[in-house]
């Protein structure tokens, strides 16, 4: 690798693999690779503990995020 900082190539299908593999089961999941940069989304439905009276029991709750992995040379 040469210059200050290198990106380091990330595996889409290896990527959504492992990612898989450390969500709960109920866990939806979206993630994309795109030139060097990943993209996830994470969907879940969470029971509530406690709901007033005409409230669902239940709320969907998402998250998303972006990364990149870069390696940094040494001085």
């Known amino acids: ?3 200050v900082d290198s990106d380091v190539p990330i595996d889409p299908v290896e990527a959504q693999r492992l990612a898989a593999a450390a969500l709960p089961a109920d866990t939806a999941l979206q993630l994309r ?3 060097g940069t990943v993209y996830v989304r994470l969907e879940r439905t969470y029971a509530l503990p406690i709901t007033p009276p005409g409230w669902r029991d239940s709320a969907r ?3 998303e995020s972006t990364a990149q992995l870069r390696v ?3 001085p």
Do not use: T
């Open 33 to 35: 690779v795109n030139d």
């Open 61 to 63: 709750i998402a998250a």
């Open 1 to 3: 690798m040469s210059g």
């Open 72 to 74: 940094a040379q040494g």
